[in-house]
């Protein structure tokens, strides 16, 4: 078969398979891509991983079928050994596969750029779900929730300086309102990753680190440390939750009953926390 037959070939068999395969991709891996779409924050992450998944697909597919192509059409097929004859390249290819790839890299940068300086809908802040530092670049909604999540050896609490500093050992958000986290810890270097709520932020003593999430629908969410940080690094984890705002409302109010107590000895609320080492080590 003459060289053109070849690319021809080799081009319709790559063609069907990038489409099936960004088919299968969209339709049937996206809706289970991670981290799933229990706040505004995730469902832009999981699009993003579908997104990225269904572009380099057929980058690979090309590499792959090249490849295959190769090895089976021009195998050695009468057994002599021996080299074949020498190939130094096609200028042409190498050309064409350099641009499509640059302007595969470019285009996602400009996506990339352009959700960073996106202004949302609903004003609460796209956030990536890590944090974003003291001062993030999003808006954020005037009925936002404060929840300071603060990280220490082995385990998180949650503090509600709009509910009168109340220090609680869960975490349960009201459904549809946008929550602000702060992130920070008392001891050695924590992170904060509520997985379907798509927050991944560190907890550094003495920072705070802030991260946006809008839980749209009610519902359970893992909260794991995903720093090592210490021999009991692997048992901090808990679960949170995602209730009814009357719900949310009973709750809440309930903690600071419960917890007046231990509310009234705390340091006033900060942005972060410097406890007295040798106390903590003993």
Same mark, same amino acid.
């Given at each position: 078969?003459?060289?053109?037959?070849?690319?021809?070939?080799?081009?319709?068999?790559?063609?069907?398979? *990038?489409?099936?395969?960004?088919?299968?991709?969209?339709?049937?891996?996206?809706?289970?891509?991670?981290?799933?779409?229990?706040?505004?924050?995730?469902?832009?992450?999981?699009?993003?991983?579908?997104?990225?998944?269904?572009?380099?697909?057929?980058?690979?597919?090309?590499?792959?079928?090249?490849?295959?192509?190769?090895?089976?059409?021009?195998?050695?097929?009468?057994?002599?050994?021996?080299?074949?004859?020498?190939?130094?390249?096609? *200028?042409?290819?190498?050309?064409?596969?350099?641009?499509?790839? *640059?302007?595969?890299?470019?285009?996602?940068?400009?996506?990339?750029?352009?959700?960073?300086?996106?202004?949302?809908?609903?004003?609460?802040?796209?956030?990536?779900?890590?944090?974003?530092?003291?001062?993030?670049?999003?808006?954020?909604?005037? =009925?936002?929730?404060?929840?300071?999540?603060?990280?220490?050896?082995?385990?998180?609490?949650?503090?509600?300086?709009?509910?009168?500093?109340?220090?609680?050992?869960?975490?349960?958000?009201?459904?549809?309102?946008?929550?602000?986290?702060?992130?920070?810890?008392? =001891?050695?270097?924590?992170?904060?990753?509520?997985?379907?709520?798509?927050?991944?932020? =560190?907890?550094?003593?003495?920072? =705070?680190?802030?991260?946006?999430?809008?839980?749209?629908?009610?519902?359970?969410?893992?909260?794991?440390?995903?720093?090592?940080?210490?021999?009991?690094?692997?048992?901090?984890?808990?679960?949170?939750?995602?209730?009814?705002?009357?719900?949310?409302?009973?709750?809440?109010?309930?903690?600071?009953?419960?917890?007046?107590?231990?509310?009234?000895?705390?340091?006033?609320?900060?942005? *972060?926390?410097?406890?007295?080492?040798?106390?903590?080590?003993?």
């Amino acid at each position: 078969m003459h060289e053109r037959g070849h690319i021809r070939r080799a081009l319709i068999i790559w063609v069907i398979g *990038s489409i099936v395969a960004v088919l299968l991709i969209v339709f049937a891996l996206g809706p289970h891509m991670p981290p799933g779409s229990m706040t505004q924050e995730a469902k832009g992450q999981r699009f993003t991983n579908v997104l990225l998944a269904a572009v380099m697909a057929p980058l690979a597919l090309a590499m792959l079928v090249a490849f295959l192509y190769a090895i089976v059409t021009f195998r050695n097929r009468d057994g002599s050994l021996g080299d074949g004859p020498a190939d130094f390249g096609d *200028s042409r290819l190498q050309l064409g596969w350099l641009i499509l790839t *640059s302007s595969v890299v470019l285009l996602l940068a400009g996506l990339g750029t352009y959700a960073l300086y996106e202004e949302p809908a609903d004003a609460a802040g796209v956030g990536a779900g890590g944090g974003q530092g003291p001062t993030p670049i999003q808006r954020t909604a005037k =009925d936002r929730l404060v929840v300071q999540v603060i990280g220490q050896q082995w385990q998180f609490t949650y503090r509600f300086p709009q509910y009168g500093g109340v220090e609680t050992l869960r975490l349960e958000l009201p459904v549809n309102r946008p929550v602000q986290f702060h992130v920070t810890s008392l =001891d050695v270097i924590h992170a904060f990753w509520a997985y379907q709520l798509g927050v991944k932020a =560190d907890a550094v003593p003495g920072a =705070d680190n802030i991260a946006f999430a809008t839980p749209r629908h009610v519902g359970k969410f893992d909260i794991r440390c995903a720093e090592l940080c210490g021999v009991w690094h692997g048992e901090m984890s808990d679960t949170g939750l995602v209730v009814s705002p009357a719900a949310f409302t009973s709750w809440i109010t309930s903690q600071r009953r419960q917890n007046a107590p231990a509310t009234g000895n705390l340091p006033p609320y900060s942005r *972060s926390y410097f406890p007295d080492p040798p106390g903590r080590a003993g």
